[in-house]
C-alpha cells in the first residue's frame, strides 16, 4: 500500500515536502517513483529511485529544484519541492514498480499507485 501526504497551497518560489509511506514494498527490488498530474494533461514522471544501483532519476522539468530520498529502515520515500513554480500545480502520486523503470512504469500494469495529493501553486 502506498500513501501520500504533505501536500497542499505554497506560494510560488516556496518549499513543500512530500512523503509517501510504502508498507510492504522491498526498496531492494521497485523502482519507486514520484509522478504528477494536471488538469487535462496525462501523468508525468518527476523523479524515481532505481532498485539496480538506488541513484535518482528526474525529469528535466523538476532537475535541479525537487529532490527525491528514501528511508529504506522506514519504508517511506520522500520528494522535497524546492523553488516551486505555479506549473507545479497538480496532484502528486508515488508509485512503485517491482523491478520496473523510468520509461516503462507509467503504463505498467504491474505499477503500484498511491491516492494522489494535491499541491497547488499560488502566484
Known amino acids: 500500500q502506498l500513501e501520500e501526504s504533505g501536500g497542499g497551497l505554497v506560494q510560488a518560489g516556496g518549499s513543500l515536502r512530500l512523503s509517501c509511506t510504502a508498507s510492504?514494498?522491498?526498496?531492494?527490488?521497485?523502482?519507486m517513483a514520484w509522478f504528477r498530474q494536471a488538469p487535462g494533461k496525462e501523468r508525468e514522471f518527476l523523479a524515481g529511485?532505481?532498485?539496480?544501483?538506488?541513484?535518482?532519476v528526474y525529469a528535466d522539468s523538476v532537475k535541479g529544484r525537487f529532490t527525491i530520498t528514501t528511508d529504506n529502515a522506514e519504508y517511506t520515500m520522500y520528494l522535497q519541492m524546492n523553488n516551486m513554480k505555479p506549473e507545479d500545480t497538480a496532484v502528486y502520486y508515488c508509485a512503485a514498480a517491482l523491478y520496473g523503470d523510468a520509461q516503462t512504469m507509467r503504463n505498467s500494469r504491474n505499477t503500484s499507485w498511491g491516492q494522489g495529493t494535491q499541491v497547488t501553486v499560488s502566484t
Open positions: 510492504e514494498f522491498n526498496f531492494n527490488k521497485y523502482m
Open positions: 529511485r532505481s532498485w539496480r544501483d538506488g541513484f535518482p
